[in-house]
C-alpha cells in the first residue's frame, strides 16, 4: 500500500452549491467552511503530516467584489475564533500565496503562523492569492538575481512550498478537469482524483474512499 504524507485539494464548487441550494454563493462559502473542519479531522485520524487547500488564487480577484469580501471577512472571523483550538490540536499553519490583503487579515495571517509554527501533528498549508505562474516565474527571476545555475534543487527552494513534500495526490471537487494554475510543478507525479460533488456535498466518507483508492495504485513514477 501507498504511504500518503501530502493531500492537496482544490475545493471547487461552492458558489454553485449556494445558488442551487440557498440561491446565494455566500452560503455556499459558508457551507464549505463546514467541510474544511470535516476534512482536517479525518485528515488527523488518517495521519496525514499534510493538507494543502486552494481557498484564493490569484484569478480569482475577477470575482464580485461583495463575493471576495465575504470571502475574507470569512477567513478573518475564522482566523479570529478558531486559531486557538488549531493550535490546541497541535496543527500548524503556513501560508502560501502573496500576502497582499487588508491590514487586519494580513495581521492574522501572520500572527496565525508565528502561533502554530513549532505545531507537528499536521500542517495546513492555505493557498491565498496563489498562483503556480506567478510562482515559477519569481523563482525564475530569483535564480538570475542571484546569479544561480538553473537546476532543479536551485529552482524549488524558491518556491512557495519550499521544505514541503510534493502532493502525493490531488483531489478535486466540483465536476471540473483542470488544475486552474495551482501548483502546477509539484504536481507533477501526484495521483489526480477529480471528484462530481460540490465542494459542500463532500464529505468525510467521500474523502476515505478516495485514499484508500489512492493506496491501491500503483505508482511507477516514470519506471516500469
Do not use: C
Request: proline share 2%.
Amino acid at each position: 500500500m501507498n504511504s500518503l504524507d501530502h493531500v492537496a485539494i482544490i475545493m471547487d464548487g461552492n458558489g454553485r452549491w449556494g445558488l442551487k441550494n440557498n440561491k446565494s454563493r455566500n452560503a455556499g462559502h459558508k457551507a464549505g467552511l463546514k467541510v474544511v473542519e470535516k476534512i482536517i479531522k479525518s485528515s488527523i485520524k488518517q495521519k496525514i503530516k499534510y493538507l494543502t487547500l486552494y481557498a484564493f488564487s490569484t484569478e480569482n480577484w475577477k470575482r464580485p467584489k461583495k463575493e471576495i469580501n465575504f470571502l475574507f471577512d470569512l477567513l478573518e472571523n475564522f482566523l479570529t475564533h478558531r486559531i486557538d483550538d488549531l493550535h490546541k490540536q497541535n496543527i500548524k499553519l503556513k501560508i502560501i500565496g502573496v500576502k497582499s490583503f487588508s491590514l487586519k487579515l494580513n495581521r492574522l495571517l501572520r500572527l496565525a503562523e508565528k502561533k502554530t509554527l513549532k505545531n507537528n501533528k499536521l500542517q495546513i498549508n492555505l493557498a491565498l492569492n496563489y498562483g503556480a505562474k506567478f510562482e515559477l516565474i519569481n523563482a525564475f527571476k530569483n535564480l538570475a538575481k542571484n546569479k544561480e545555475n538553473i537546476n532543479e534543487k536551485n529552482l524549488v527552494k524558491y518556491f512557495q512550498t519550499k521544505n514541503i513534500p510534493d502532493p502525493d495526490m490531488l483531489i478535486r471537487t466540483g465536476n471540473t478537469k483542470r488544475l486552474s494554475n495551482f501548483l502546477l510543478w509539484q504536481l507533477a507525479y501526484s495521483e489526480i482524483f477529480f471528484e462530481k460533488k460540490l465542494w459542500p456535498d463532500f464529505n468525510e466518507h467521500d474523502y476515505i474512499k478516495l485514499i484508500s483508492k489512492f493506496k491501491k495504485i500503483k505508482r511507477n513514477f516514470g519506471k516500469i
